[in-house]
């Protein structure tokens, strides 16, 4: 076996790995990153969030160019799917992004290695190459960040091809007649979203009595209304207890979460969306007195560390919400920890976005944590259909809500469900990394027409003050 020494060894080359091995290596240490796939860039840049958008932006043009046209004076005529020509786009969208991981390694000096990698004592990894044979890598600090894979249902087969997971609602090459999506979280409703556009049936079926559980109440009662309208039909409080595939359609068997009659319907595919979770089999931990805990996490201390001397771990595989930004934010902090800086990380500003239409986006905390707390605050909404630019592009559905300290007016949390959400929420983020109030926002001159304005009329209401309702 060839014999490498580094400062630093990532293993994995999510957002979390790939961005820790940069600024490492920016930051002058010697760093490789392994990766067991054949190209970089883990799970969201492969099979999750890249592609989803991707597919989800052409799904929405297809959608406006169908039905939307209309309201601005625009006549289409027939439009037409090219199924396999949107899949193209994706495609090559992913593998521009990948590749351009490599000129980044390549341009920062990082050693990319392409294989499995796994633990073997302290400072020493074992690579089985893609290439085949071994590489016996040394190191004073190692990162785990290997990511997450999607959870199953005991009792129900993933084949990629009826039954699939995220990756395998990517790649279907022909509109189901009718999707059943297991789980109303971030994913499901996404994925959903996409073929209820391109004309599946949607059927959302959720264990709880509520979609997206992390969300403030009062926006996804709001969101599953807005998704209700554009045809995805909800069976809340039910679980799955069985897919039968042995015919030409599944047949889905349900029942009530709290106990019931079995019901049934056939489906064409059933996407199983019932969250992720962390990858870390096999990876050796044991060679360095590592235990992840009952859901697979690994624990780690302020600062990132693991127990085991020299290892840390960032990302899906520790506790916090399985984001791509947030891991980014974990493998800049380490990285910069590991060189000697003191860098911080702030978890209560960390955004978190679904991209559905209207997207729905939210930094800090909801009204029921605030209130399990015993937090008083003030709240301020604006609904879009109040806003100029909104009202000009026919985008009126949504609003902007704001919580606010009762006592010291600072920013507790943003919820927008709204177009663009996702990029307004970088404002109130940016607001509560520096400590801003609801007043700093409220003063803060945002242009005209825009839906940032939104954001200071919520703003302002939190004080009982709008100016445009």
């Given at each position: 076996m060839n014999q490498d020494q580094f400062d630093l060894v990532v293993i994995g080359s999510g957002p979390g790995g790939y961005v820790a091995a940069?600024?490492?290596?920016?930051?002058?240490?010697?760093?490789?990153?392994?990766?067991?796939?054949?190209?970089?860039?883990?799970?969201?840049?492969?099979i999750g969030c890249i592609p989803s958008k991707a597919l989800l932006h052409s799904s929405a043009l297809y959608a406006k160019a169908r039905d939307g046209m209309g309201a601005h004076g625009i006549k289409v005529g027939m439009v037409d799917l090219d199924l396999p020509g949107m899949q193209d786009h994706k495609t090559k969208v992913v593998k521009e992004l990948t590749q351009g991981?490599?000129?980044?390694?390549?341009?920062?000096k990082v050693t990319a290695i392409r294989g499995?990698?796994?633990?073997?004592?302290?400072?020493?990894?074992?690579?089985?190459?893609?290439?085949?044979?071994?590489?016996?890598?040394?190191?004073?600090?190692?990162?785990?960040?290997?990511?997450?894979?999607?959870?199953?249902?005991?009792?129900?087969?993933?084949?990629?091809?009826?039954?699939v997971s995220s990756t395998g609602a990517l790649e279907l090459d022909s509109v189901p007649g009718h999707l059943v999506v297991v789980g109303a979280g971030y994913i499901g409703l996404e994925l959903g979203t996409v073929w209820r556009?391109?004309?599946?049936?949607?059927?959302?079926?959720?264990?709880?009595?509520?979609?997206?559980?992390?969300?403030?109440l009062e926006v996804?009662?709001?969101?599953?209304?807005?998704?209700?309208?554009?045809?995805?039909?909800?069976?809340?409080?039910?679980k799955v207890t069985k897919v039968d595939s042995s015919g030409d359609r599944l047949v889905v068997a349900t029942e009530p979460a709290e106990g019931g009659d079995t019901e049934t319907m056939k489906a064409d595919v059933v996407l199983v969306a019932i969250g992720r979770r962390p990858y870390t089999e096999g990876l050796g931990l044991e060679t360095v007195g590592l235990k992840p805990d009952n859901h697979g996490r690994?624990?780690?201390?302020?600062?990132?560390?693991?127990?085991?001397?020299?290892?840390?771990?960032?990302?899906?595989?520790?506790?916090?919400?399985?984001?791509?930004?947030?891991?980014?934010?974990?493998?800049?902090?380490?990285?910069?920890?590991?060189?000697?800086?003191?860098?911080?990380i702030n978890y209560d500003a960390i955004p978190a976005v679904i991209y559905t239409a209207p997207e729905v986006a939210s930094v800090g905390k909801t009204e029921e944590e605030l209130k399990e707390a015993g937090i008083a605050y003030n709240t301020g909404k604006f609904p879009f259909s109040a806003n100029s630019r909104a009202r000009s592009t026919g985008k009126t559905d949504g609003f902007v809500k704001i919580l606010?300290?009762?006592?010291?007016?600072?920013l507790l949390g943003v919820h927008i469900i709204g177009e663009d959400a996702g990029s307004l929420i970088a404002e109130a983020a940016l607001a509560m990394e520096f400590g801003a109030s609801s007043e700093d926002l409220a003063r803060t001159c945002h242009a005209h027409p825009t839906l940032a304005e939104a954001v200071k009329e919520a703003a302002l209401a939190a004080h009982g003050q709008p100016i445009h309702i």
């Open positions: 940069i600024r490492a290596a920016q930051l002058g240490l010697k760093v490789a990153c392994v990766e067991r796939r054949e190209t970089f860039g883990g799970t969201c840049l492969n991981i490599e000129f980044l390694f390549r341009k920062n499995t990698a796994r633990l073997n004592g302290p400072g020493r990894i074992e690579v089985s190459l893609n290439s085949g044979g071994m590489r016996s890598l040394q190191a004073r600090d190692i990162i785990l960040a290997t990511g997450s894979d999607s959870a199953g249902i005991p009792g129900i087969t993933v084949d990629e091809e009826r039954v556009r391109l004309g599946a049936k949607v059927t959302v079926v959720e264990y709880l009595d509520r979609i997206t559980p992390t969300m403030d996804a009662r709001q969101f599953q209304r807005l998704l209700s309208r554009q045809g995805l039909g909800f069976l809340l409080g039910t690994i624990e780690v201390d302020a600062h990132l560390a693991t127990k085991a001397a020299g290892v840390h771990a960032i990302g899906d595989v520790i506790k916090g919400p399985m984001l791509a930004h947030k891991a980014e934010d974990e493998g800049v902090f380490l990285a910069e920890r590991l060189a000697g800086q003191r860098p911080h606010a300290d009762a006592k010291t007016d600072r």
